[in-house]
């Protein structure tokens, strides 16, 4: 039987420049740095303000970054997954525009809508496109442009969200390192805590809906935050207890940057020290689909060869889900 893995050769990410503080935030709505910092841990996020611009913007800086760093041609890739909550159009999908910004002419594309969760559902699904030998080179994206879908004199989201974007260049390994396992879950019924009303092909674009503020994210964030606390923590627990991984044998917990308590019950779920984990909330805030990536972005410098990399997951809708990686190189 082929011991065929697919391995993360390289990560790149991307976050605009403009930073909106929690100072910034102060004058905006009725809010404050304390009280923000005490409940999200977090500082500043970054905003994409040019109107011009888009999630597959976001999502182009990235790949791009990524097929210079690796040396890939973009003839040679042959899938990109996006994984957003916020493209560019409902279609075509931004999948396929980040592929023609980026040259990928040869690469098929298609978008992954799962919420906070769709970068580990992105990354799973195409791991099975490697391991059957089917492609060699698969694009990853997570990117979000969160502030074209806030409303910024709503407290209760305003505070949490950010635009960023992070890709990951996948590979077939034979040594048997890459993607080993992922556990993936959703419930429908959750998807009245968290959600955008209006926009679908259930409550269209009208006067109305805009007038309405409907076309903005609805959280309701005790709901929310219960439901991503029991799973989040409960998926990753399950996934190192199915692969005998004990609190030892992980190198690094990546968590989706949602909230530092959350962040904060997982690692304790599972038994992980907080020097493991991954956390740049306090920078970014929650950029969705591209927190994760983001997060290998940053740290890629101090990953080795072979270590137990396990990335947690929680969105609306509900999804969440866990994936348990071998890191497949030391950087330079």
Known sequence: MSNRKAAITGIAGYVPEDKLTNADLEKMVDTNDEWIRTRTG???????????????????????????????????????????????????????????KCGLVNAWSYDIMAACSGFIYSLATASQFIETGKYSKIIVVGADKMSSIIDYEDRATCIIFGDGAGAVMLEPN??????????????????????????????????????NKEHFVYQEGKTVFKFAVSKMADVSAEIMERNNLKSDDVSWLVPHQANLRIIDATARRMGVDNSKVMINIQKYGNTTNGTIPLCLWEWEDQLKKGDNIVLAAFGGGFTWGSLYLKWAYTAN
Do not use: W
């Open 174 to 211: 034979d040594e048997g390192l890459g993607v080993q396992d992922s556990i993936l879950h959703s419930d429908g019924s959750g998807r009245e805590f968290l959600h955008q009303k209006a926009g679908g092909s259930l409550n269209p674009a009208s006067i109305k809906t805009v007038e």
């Open 42 to 100: 977090i500082e500043e996020r970054r905003i994409l303000k040019d109107q011009t611009k888009a999630t597959s913007d976001l999502g182009t800086a990235a790949v791009k970054e990524l097929l210079r760093k690796t040396g890939v041609k973009p003839e040679e890739v042959d899938m990109l997954i996006c994984a957003t909550a916020t493209p560019d159009h409902l279609f075509p999908s931004t999948a396929n525009i980040i592929s023609d």
